[in-house]
């Protein structure tokens, strides 16, 4: 059984910074494929980033080059760094991880951490 904790999201500003942690637990963090994703109220959530088992980088074009996707083996974190953002980021952001390696299908979520941006 994995465990994914969310943490860094909260209030910023317009063209502010905000970095995401995700903290894994049970099995072998190295493996997994994992990836973030968002919900803003009233819609689908939605693919935002993804990072594979050797460090290959998938991202939404609405993120592209302000998003950075990281991971930690060590720490068995994942890393989300949201630079330029802006009030359309405004979602509830969710950490996934697959046990099998897939990027494009995850079978543990974390809770969600709430990221705001004001205008």
């Known amino acids: 059984q994995v465990q994914l904790v969310e943490s860094g999201g909260g209030l910023v500003q317009a063209g502010g910074s905000l970095r995401l942690s995700c903290a894994a637990s049970?099995?072998?963090?190295?493996?997994?494929?994992m990836g973030w994703f968002r919900q803003a109220p009233g819609k689908d959530r939605e693919f935002v980033a993804a990072?594979?088992?050797?460090?290959?980088?998938y991202y939404a074009d609405s993120v592209k080059g302000r998003f950075t996707i990281s991971r930690d083996n060590a720490k068995n974190t994942v890393y989300l760094q949201m630079n330029s953002l802006k009030p359309e980021d405004t979602a509830v952001y969710y950490c996934a991880a697959d046990t099998y390696g897939r990027i494009y299908q995850y079978n543990y979520w974390g809770q969600g951490t709430q990221v705001t941006v004001s205008s």
């Open positions: 049970g099995g072998t963090f190295s493996m997994y494929a």
């Open positions: 990072i594979s088992r050797s460090v290959m980088t």
